[in-house]
Each structure stands twice: as C-alpha cells, then as structure tokens.
C-alpha cells in the first residue's frame, strides 16, 4: 500500500494552528484526500516495473509460441512467403499488444500536482517501460542467435527483431499517449 503525506501547508500566517488530535485522524484515514501526494517507494516501483516487463515479454513470447504450435499441427511448416507475411503481422499485433501491457501495468503518478523534480520515482513513465521491454527483447535474440536456436535466415531474424522493437514501441505511446489525453 503506497505511503501517503498531507499536502504541503500553507505559510503559518494563513493556516490556523491544527491539534495532535486532527493530525492523528488524517494519518488514519484509508483514502487519501484530493491533492495528497501518494509516495511509491524505490523498492515498490522496482518490483512494479520488473512484473510490467516480465508481462509484456511473457504475453509476446505465448503467443508467438501459440502461433508456432498451430502453424506445426496443420502440415509441415515451411518458410514460405505466406507463412513470414503471417509471422511477421502476428509479431507485430502481439509485440504491440506487449508493449501496451507493459506500459499499462508500469509505476506511474496518479496525481497531476506532485511535483516530479522532488521525487525523482515519478518520472517512471509507461513509454520508459515499454523501452525496457525492448532492451529485454533485443538481449534475448542476441542470446538467440549467438547460440544458433533459430532455424530462420539472419535477414529474417533481423525482421523479426525490428517488427518487435517496433510493435513494442508503438504499445508502449498508444499507453502514454492514452495516459496524456485523459482517454
């Protein structure tokens, strides 16, 4: 549950002096008020984006395992120009579906009035998530093809990257996009 703090008060001239009593009751309170500052800390913020990666990855890697596997039950599966077209927009839609997963479930501010230079955790924007699921992605076929787990051609592998980066990208503004417009 992220720690909440009262609103910075106003010069003491202007405030009326508040008891221990009135501070104790807005601590205990479960919702915060409208203006209070909702603190996420490192740690949370950091499991937070570590699961919104993991997420994004695992429902791009399921699905292009899913496609795999019923391309292989209909016939033989042949590389053929038909089968990459199919690939490579499967990719895309699951790619961009991942980065929006990931830019959706991402740390981010709920309040407009924090001020982002005093808390340096706020500035974890969805679209910063969706690029740590490309740096992720980008590893993991380096990982791939230095141990040769492909049986794809380098240019199509490199497609196959590229249409992944992208997808991934264009998930991760949709999100921030939606997040700036209020929509």
């Known amino acids: 549950?992220?720690?909440?703090?009262?609103?910075?008060?106003?010069?003491?001239?202007?405030?009326?002096?508040?008891?221990?009593?009135?501070?104790?009751?807005?601590?205990?309170?479960?919702?915060?008020?409208?203006?209070?500052?909702?603190?996420?800390?490192?740690?949370?913020?950091?499991?937070?984006?570590?699961?919104?990666?993991?997420?994004?990855?695992?429902f791009i890697a399921?699905?292009?395992?899913?496609?795999?596997?019923?391309?292989?039950?209909?016939?033989?599966?042949?590389?053929?120009?038909?089968?990459?077209?199919?690939?490579?927009?499967?990719?895309?839609?699951?790619?961009?579906?991942?980065?929006?997963i990931t830019a959706l479930i991402a740390p981010r501010s709920h309040d407009s009035s924090l001020d982002l230079e005093a808390n340096p955790f706020y500035k974890q924007t969805p679209f910063k998530h969706g690029l740590g699921l490309m740096a992720l992605a980008s590893i993991l076929w380096i990982v791939s093809a230095i141990l040769g787990h492909s049986q794809e051609p380098w240019p199509i592998q490199l497609l196959n990257l590229a249409t992944a980066i992208f997808g991934i990208g264009t998930g991760a503004w949709l999100r921030q996009r939606q997040l700036k417009t209020g929509n």
């Open 1 to 58: 549950m992220p720690t909440s703090f009262p609103p910075p008060e106003p010069p003491a001239s202007k405030a009326p002096a508040q008891s221990n009593q009135d501070s104790a009751s807005q601590s205990n309170q479960a919702k915060p008020e409208a203006g209070t500052v909702v603190v996420l800390t490192p740690a949370k913020t950091g499991v937070q984006s570590a699961l919104a990666i993991a997420a994004g990855y695992l």
């Open 62 to 100: 399921l699905g292009v395992i899913a496609l795999m596997g019923f391309l292989e039950t209909q016939s033989p599966l042949e590389f053929t120009p038909t089968i990459l077209i199919i690939l490579g927009l499967t990719q895309l839609v699951l790619a961009t579906a991942g980065g929006y």
